[in-house]
């Protein structure tokens, strides 16, 4: 069982406010991602890290950050929440010799 | 870039019935994963399948790794309830460092 948690689960908020959303993992993978996901879609990726201070831009354009202070922790912040935002978000983590990503529960995020 | 084609997007099954399904991509590739994916939850990794032909059984799944490498193919044995998710396969991106996904195969079960 995969050990990498996501905060909150569900989250809404209104339009134009600053959001932070938490992922953590204890397995010491170096690789982390963050996912955008639609009910019953397909899975994008947005973001993604292979280390400490290494970040980098996905497939789907997104108009998130991230950051990579410490090996176990990797948030997303949207600084303007828009109705657009609206998805569900999913936290990944991979040892770096291998392709098995692991994923957290997600947070779904309405923006009202 | 590479895409993943799942099939069938959508299965209404009966409870007990043995369930297939398959993924083929636009070129080869050297591993392939299999998820489910439960409502509101993130996808759990099923099987790994890394050498062409290889099977792989996880309780009452079976996953093989096609011959061609272009496909790969997930059957359950005597579904039951909870059985019921979002099936994903995926495999690695062009530059081999990322995941490509399929759009799913979504799995209903009647009891």
């Known amino acids: 069982e995969a050990d990498i948690y996501q905060t909150p689960r569900y989250l809404v908020i209104g339009t134009g406010k600053k959001i932070t959303l938490e992922c953590s993992q204890t397995m010491g993978h170096d690789k982390m991602y963050w996912y955008q996901q639609d009910p019953g879609m397909e899975l994008h990726l947005i973001h993604y890290?292979?280390?400490?201070?290494?970040?980098e831009k996905g497939d789907l354009s997104s108009e998130s950050t991230v950051s990579r202070i410490r090996t176990e922790h990797f948030p997303l912040t949207l600084e303007s929440a828009r109705p657009s935002h609206t998805s569900q978000y999913l936290c990944?983590?991979?040892?770096?010799?291998?392709?098995?990503?692991?994923f957290g529960p997600g947070t779904r995020l309405t923006v009202t | 870039g590479q895409q993943l084609n799942q099939s069938p997007q959508s299965m209404f099954i009966q409870e007990g019935e043995d369930v297939s399904m398959n993924c083929t991509s636009s070129?080869?590739?050297?591993?392939w994963l299999w998820y489910k994916q439960d409502p509101g939850e993130g996808p759990v990794l099923l099987i790994a399948?890394?050498?062409?032909?290889e099977l792989t059984s996880n309780g009452r799944l079976t996953a093989q790794f096609g011959i061609t490498r272009k496909d790969s193919f997930l059957n359950i044995s005597a579904s039951i309830p909870s059985d019921v998710g979002i099936y994903f396969c995926?495999?690695?991106?062009?530059?081999?460092?990322?995941?490509?996904f399929g759009a799913g195969t979504i799995l209903r079960v009647k009891s």
């Open positions: 890290s292979y280390g400490v201070n290494s970040t």
């Open positions: 990944a983590s991979s040892r770096d010799t291998s392709r098995e990503q692991y």
């Open positions: 070129s080869i590739f050297n591993t």
């Open positions: 399948l890394y050498k062409a032909g």
């Open positions: 995926a495999g690695p991106g062009e530059y081999g460092n990322k995941l490509v």
